[in-house]
């Protein structure tokens, strides 16, 4: 027995030793989010368990310091998958050959400014750096933006890299897709992987819509709607909606700092199921780019579907009833997203 583990291992060890390693960008690198990111996807949690990576950690000249101290850190972990970490302040450095971009970093929303001022910050911030995927990076990338207001940051960050397929951009939505999750199964009180087929519709902000019309609870060993296993439907269409789209600022309230940890989780998830899909019969919430969708949603935005994904390539899933509620719902998060659209268009040109 020892022999056939010992062999098994060492096949193992040779996999992993020949497989060409894939560059992993992660922006704002330097901050919180990526500090709680950076050792699952060097561990392999993410890209796989015999996959070499390149990590490549880009941020501002300010946070270099900050960045060493990280580089140290991921070092003295002594992860066997971890080729090579390289910090910088960049784009031709950072953007150069990537398989896969992580953009965490953003301007935040300080005290006293307009969202219309955090917009064009962030815009300018996104321009270039698609602009750099388009430049440096392969075609094949996959970009993943995290850092808010993730959806028109994205958007912005594709319309920069015309000759990078829009499919290959998405934004985070499984952070609150894991929140919808988490809460029913609390409520229901089973584990929360006993409950799928949450949706979050439309735009990561407080306009989002969590809908659980869908889901399915394995109750204990029999599988039900989440509205059966509830039984509760004024809290499902009241203050289960509402703790879903205000839990990033319930955590800043009591933390005096945004999400962090739960946040490194979704973006885990979230590249994972790109890289290796989603299991059968299930979807996933992700931001990804709406054009002639089945569910009236407006085209040219970066909006919020169920999807699944296989081959790293993700669908929609179409065919599910909309009520009214729901429609409702929908199109208000869409109609918010819109507004950003179009503010953050007329800086694009500026």
């Given amino acids: 027995m020892l022999t056939l583990l010992s062999a098994m291992y060492l096949v193992a060890r040779t996999a992993s030793a020949q497989a060409e390693p894939i560059r992993v960008l992660v922006t704002g690198a330097a901050g919180q989010i990526a500090y709680s990111l950076l050792y699952s996807i060097a561990k392999g949690d993410v890209f796989g368990k015999d996959q070499p990576i390149i990590l490549v950690l880009l941020d501002i000249t ?12 991921l070092q003295d972990c002594a992860l066997p998958l971890l080729r090579e970490v390289i910090p910088t302040d960049k784009v031709e450095v950072g953007f150069k050959d990537l398989d896969a971009a992580i ?8 005290e006293g400014m307009e969202r219309k001022d955090l917009l064009k910050a962030n815009v300018a911030i996104f321009k270039t750096q698609g602009e750099a995927l388009e430049k440096y990076a392969k075609k094949t990338v996959k ?4 850092g808010n207001p993730a959806n028109t940051n994205c958007l912005i960050a594709s319309k920069s890299a015309p000759s990078i397929p829009k499919e290959n951009f998405s ?4 952070l609150d897709h894991n929140r919808a999750r988490s809460q029913v199964a609390m409520r229901v009180g089973v584990p929360s992987d006993c409950v799928k087929n949450v949706i979050i519709w439309g735009n990561h902000s407080s306009t989002q819509y969590p809908d659980v019309h869908h889901a399915i609870v394995n109750n204990h060993g029999k599988e039900m709607s989440a509205f059966d296993a509830v039984n509760d439907e004024s809290w499902l269409k009241g203050d289960f909606i509402t703790t879903v789209q205000q839990r990033g600022a319930a955590v800043i309230k009591a933390r005096k700092l945004s999400s962090a940890m739960s946040a490194a989780k979704a ?3 979230h590249m994972r199921d790109i890289w290796f899909g989603t299991p059968d019969g299930e979807w996933v919430s992700m931001g990804i780019y709406s054009t002639g969708n089945s569910y009236g949603v407006p085209n040219d935005l970066m909006y919020s579907f ?6 790293k390539t993700w669908k929609v899933v179409d065919g599910l009833a909309i009520n009214d509620f729901s429609r409702g719902k929908m199109d208000g998060t869409a109609a918010e997203l819109v507004d950003e659209r179009d503010t953050a268009l007329t800086f694009l040109g500026a």
């Fill in 171 to 174: 934004c985070l939505t499984r």
């Fill in 103 to 110: 953009l965490v970093g953003s301007m935040p929303r300080k």
């Fill in 267 to 269: 973006i885990c998830d």
């Fill in 62 to 73: 300010p946070m270099l310091p900050v960045l060493d101290g990280v580089v140290m850190e």
């Fill in 143 to 146: 970009v993943l933006v995290v």
């Fill in 306 to 311: 169920p999807v699944m994904i296989k081959n």
